[in-house]
C-alpha cells in the first residue's frame, strides 16, 4: 500500500523516508551491508570526504510498473560508473552485485514510497560512497562508507515535459580538461553552485558549461547530458572526456539509433554553429528528457524548435524511453531490473 502523498505535485526535493543501507569498507574489505533506520552518518572529524572531497555518489530511479511492479532502469551502469569515479579518486570500488542489491532492498524497503503508476513521479535513489577515518594528510581514506538511500520525486525542472531556458557559462566551468568531469564527484557540482544559482535567479532551469579548455564547444548542463537533433535527422550529443557519461544519454543514442531508426553521433557541437540543430534537449535521471526552448549565449538569444513546445524528436525518444523505464514498452536486454 503506498502511503497518502501528494503524488502529481512532487518536486525534487528530500524526503526523509524509513529505511536506508548501509556497509563499511575496513581492513581491505566489505561488510555485508544491512538496512537502518539511521539517516544520521557518525564519521571522523579527520575523514578525507570532509576535508578533500575523496567521495562521489550516483542517482537512479526506481519506478511503478502499471500492473504494480517496481522496477529499475539499468542500476548495472550505475554501478560500473561509481567504479570508475572510486578509481580516479583512489576509492574502495563497490562490486556491481553488492551495488545493485543495496539498491534493490532500498527499493523494497520503502515500496510504500514508490509513486503510483500515471503520476509521472519516481522513487530517486541516491548511492553515496565516501572515504572515512583519521586523516590528515593529503592522501586515501584507510575506511569507507557505502550507503545508498531514496525519496519520492516529481520532475527536476519545473513542468516535466515542457521546453524550458538554459544559459551558456563563460565566467565558471565545472570542470578542468583532465580533472574529474567525468566522474561523478562532489566537487564538480560544488563547482557549479555559483553559475547555477546565477542562472536559477535569472529564470533559466540551468547552466550549458563549455569545453573548459577554449569555450568553442558545448559540454554538458550541470545537472544533465546535452543532445541534438540536426536538420538532417542525426541524434547528436558532446564527445569529450571531462563530461560525466550520462546513462540516460547513452541509452537515447542506441533507442535513436535502433528504435527510431536515426543516424546517431558523439562529436564536437560548436556553440557558434548552433544553427544546423533543430531540438535540442538535456537528459539524465533527474532530468529524464528534458526540451530546450533556447539557450542564452553571452547577448544573443538562440532558439531551437520552440520555447512553447517539445520537438517531434524528442518526444518520441522521451515516449520510448519513459515507456521502457515504466514497463509500457518492451525493453532492451538486460535494461530492467525487477524489485519485485
Ligand atoms: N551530467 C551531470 C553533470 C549529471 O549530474 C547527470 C546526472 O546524473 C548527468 C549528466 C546524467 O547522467 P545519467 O543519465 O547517468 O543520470
Ligand atoms: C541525477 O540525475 O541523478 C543527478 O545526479 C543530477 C543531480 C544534479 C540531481
Redesign the pocket.
Known amino acids: 500500500m503506498t502511503v497518502d502523498l501528494d503524488w502529481n505535485n512532487l518536486g525534487f526535493d528530500y524526503m526523509k523516508l524509513p529505511f536506508r543501507y548501509i556497509s563499511h569498507f575496513k581492513d581491505g574489505k566489505w561488510d555485508d551491508g544491512e538496512l537502518t533506520d539511521d539517516a544520521t552518518l557518525h564519521i571522523s572529524e579527520s575523514s578525507p570526504s570532509l576535508h578533500y572531497g575523496q567521495q562521489g555518489f550516483e542517482?537512479l530511479k526506481a519506478y511503478r510498473t502499471k500492473d504494480g511492479h517496481i522496477q529499475l532502469f539499468r542500476p548495472d551502469q550505475n554501478a560500473a560508473r561509481l567504479q570508475k569515479t572510486a578509481e580516479r579518486l583512489m576509492m574502495a570500488p563497490v562490486p556491481t552485485e553488492k551495488f545493485v542489491d543495496a539498491v534493490v532492498q532500498v527499493a523494497k524497503a520503502n515500496e510504500d514510497y514508490v509513486p503510483p503508476y500515471g503520476t509521472g513521479a519516481t522513487l530517486y535513489i541516491r548511492p553515496l560512497l565516501i572515504g572515512v577515518g583519521p586523516v590528515i594528510g593529503v592522501q586515501p581514506a584507510p575506511e569507507y562508507i557505502f550507503t545508498v538511500f531514496a525519496m519520492p520525486v516529481g520532475p527536476?525542472f519545473k513542468g516535466g515535459f515542457k521546453p524550458t531556458n538554459f544559459v551558456v557559462s563563460y565566467d565558471y566551468d565545472r570542470a578542468a580538461p583532465h580533472g574529474t568531469g567525468a566522474a561523478k564527484v562532489g566537487g564538480n557540482?560544488a563547482a557549479s553552485l555559483i553559475p547555477g544559482q546565477n542562472a536559477h535567479h535569472t529564470g533559466y532551469s540551468d547552466v550549458i558549461y563549455l569545453d573548459p579548455a577554449t569555450h568553442t564547444t558545448i559540454e554538458e548542463v550541470g545537472?544533465?547530458n546535452f543532445f541534438g537533433i540536426t536538420k538532417d535527422g542525426t541524434f547528436v550529443t558532446p564527445k569529450s572526456p571531462s563530461i560525466l557519461p550520462s546513462i540516460t544519454k547513452y541509452s537515447l543514442l542506441w533507442l535513436a539509433e535502433h528504435r527510431l531508426g536515426l543516424k546517431v553521433a558523439e562529436t564536437t557541437i560548436k556553440i557558434d554553429e548552433l544553427d544546423d540543430i533543430a531540438e535540442a534537449g538535456a537528459c539524465?535521471?533527474?532530468?529524464v528528457v528534458a526540451p530546450i526552448g533556447a539557450i542564452d549565449i553571452k547577448d544573443k538569444h538562440h532558439v531551437f524548435y520552440s520555447e512553447t513546445e517539445a520537438g517531434p524528436i524528442t518526444t518520441k525518444l522521451y515516449e520510448e524511453l519513459t515507456g521502457i523505464q515504466f514497463g509500457d514498452v518492451e525493453a532492451p536486454e538486460g535494461w530492467i531490473v525487477k524489485v519485485d
Open positions: 542517482g527536476y557540482y545537472s544533465a539524465g535521471t533527474a532530468a
